[in-house]
């Protein structure tokens, strides 16, 4: 996208004619091939998550993160009620399809409608849903609503600068490394450096017709094992 220049012949960025500010995600579920996207509702959901999280016995999954892990299911309800009822972040719980039941969540935050901005983070899957196609999937599902749906310019990926998992999960997924921010915050008494990621809207065709192919049924075998891989798909 080449950049404008002003009177002084200063680059100036590009002209984005007619933008207007982008809607509001909505609170509205998402049906893919192997699992279900649903706004998150502790009265149906913490049961399934606490018990699906529960799976990881070392409590792995939680290292990262700036709360859990959680004792109890009281507990656990006690923190999505309050954390996870609001419009930013918008919380989502991933079901399986086959079983119907919530296996992980991910959210919609940092929602910036009037610049077409939206991250998605607080990404957490129980160890059944870890490396599966379902787990692809959510991600796809998520980022196409973002671009194709709601029409955002930008679309974000930021991580705990030590967690390996996340960094390389963004880039198996298409988002461009960006840089780190130093003592970006502070999670759980230590220090956090973030690393950002990104996916912009001109990169979104390649990138979801590599999710596409990726996910077509006859790219996997009959126990559900892929044969060609996410960045083979986006080469090719």
């Not at 310019?153 to 960006?178: I, M, Q, T, V």
Request: charged share 25%; with cysteine.
């Amino acid at each position: 996208m080449p950049d404008d220049m002003n009177a002084l012949g200063q680059p100036i960025g590009a002209a984005l004619p007619g933008w207007t500010p982008r809607p509001a995600p909505p609170r509205e579920a998402v049906e893919g091939r192997f699992c279900r996207i649903e706004p998150l509702d502790p009265a149906r959901h913490a049961g399934d998550l606490f018990d699906a999280f529960s799976a990881d016995r070392e409590g792995r999954i939680w290292t990262y993160l700036p709360y859990g892990p959680f004792a109890t299911l009281a507990e656990f309800d006690a923190w999505m009620e309050q954390s996870c009822r609001g419009d930013d972040p918008l919380f989502h719980a991933i079901l399986d399809r086959q079983s119907g039941k919530a296996l992980g969540v991910a959210s919609y935050l940092r929602i910036t409608p009037e610049v077409g901005v939206i991250e998605v983070g607080h990404i957490n899957y129980g160890p059944a849903l870890q490396r599966t196609p379902a787990a692809t999937e959510a991600m796809y599902l998520l980022m196409a609503r973002v671009f194709d749906t709601l029409g955002y310019r930008r679309y974000e990926w930021k991580c705990n600068a030590l967690n390996d998992g996340s960094r390389n999960a963004a880039l198996r997924l298409g988002f461009s490394f960006e840089g780190v921010f130093r003592q970006a915050t502070i999670s759980k008494g230590h220090n956090r450096d973030t690393a950002w990621f990104s996916i912009l809207d001109s990169e979104w065709p390649a990138a979801k017709a590599a999710f596409e192919s990726w996910l077509a049924p006859e790219n996997f075998d009959g126990a559900a094992k892929q044969k060609q891989s996410l960045a083979a798909c986006r080469k090719s």
